[in-house]
């Protein structure tokens, strides 16, 4: 059985930082593409950023240069280091393990 359990969310003001983190058990990490995902109020969920396996990463245009995915395997979790943030960045933050497992999420608000 595949949990996903996301921590970290928080109030900030614009400008600062918050790191997520994603623990999953039930799947192998080392082998397993991760995915943070991201859902505004009001609007549809969308791809904030991936890592493989191999530990390559990709973003969303949106949060290039300011947010950072890393993994650590022996933890079996996945992070989202959130730096400049701002009041647009405001959502609830999902994590994403293979199979369609996903958390329950975290909510992220920044103040302007």
């Known amino acids: 059985q595949v949990q996903v359990v996301e921590s970290g969310g928080g109030l900030v003001q614009a400008g600062g930082s918050l790191r997520l983190s994603c623990a999953a058990s039930?799947?192998?990490?080392?082998?397993?593409?991760m995915m943070w995902y991201r859902q505004p109020p009001g609007k549809q969920r969308e791809l904030v950023a991936t890592?493989?396996?191999?530990?390559?990463?990709n973003y969303a245009d949106s949060v290039k240069g300011r947010f950072t995915i890393s993994r650590d395997n022996a933890k079996n979790t996945v992070y989202l280091q959130m730096n400049s943030l701002k009041p647009e960045d405001t959502a609830v933050y999902y994590c994403?393990?293979?199979?369609?497992?996903w958390g329950q999420g975290t909510q992220v608000t920044v103040s302007s």
């Open positions: 039930g799947i192998i990490m080392r082998t397993a593409v």
């Open positions: 890592i493989t396996s191999s530990g390559s990463t």
């Open positions: 994403k393990a293979p199979l369609n497992n």
